[in-house]
């Protein structure tokens, strides 16, 4: 799991992020970046709707699995971003870990980081 340090508190930083964010967009996934001078270390957040997944088992799921990944690949990472993933579709869920590490590795690459 990723540090409490590494993630977005509160609405206003995330809605920040969604107003002057450059997007990245898959058909499963979209990704917000912006880089954040005012802080120390990059900070991620992981959006998954309810109208994308009425349970918050699967939520979860997902988000969990989009952050162990987040964490694996901050390590790398020398610049600060403040970075929104935004999960778009249900198919996601039954997305094949390998396919959909190598989609957000796609993502982040597009998006520079």
């Given amino acids: ?13 995330l809605r920040f ?3 002057n ?10 990704i917000k970046v912006i880089s954040n001078q005012h802080r120390k270390q990059t900070r991620i ?3 998954v709707s ?3 997944f009425k349970k918050a088992v699967q939520r979860n799921r997902v988000r969990r699995q ?11 990472s020398q610049d600060i971003h403040d970075i929104a993933i935004i999960v778009s579709s249900g198919e996601i869920l039954t997305t094949p870990h390998t396919e959909m590490t ?8 597009q998006a520079g980081l």
């Fill in 1 to 13: 799991m990723i540090p409490f340090k590494n993630r977005f508190h509160g609405h206003n930083s």
């Fill in 50 to 52: 309810k109208k994308i």
């Fill in 45 to 47: 957040a992981v959006v």
């Fill in 17 to 19: 992020v969604y107003k």
């Fill in 66 to 76: 989009i952050y162990e990944y987040a964490r694996q690949r901050l390590l790398e």
């Fill in 102 to 109: 190598e989609m957000l590795n796609q993502l982040f690459i």
């Fill in 21 to 30: 964010g450059q997007a990245v967009r898959t058909r499963l996934v979209t």
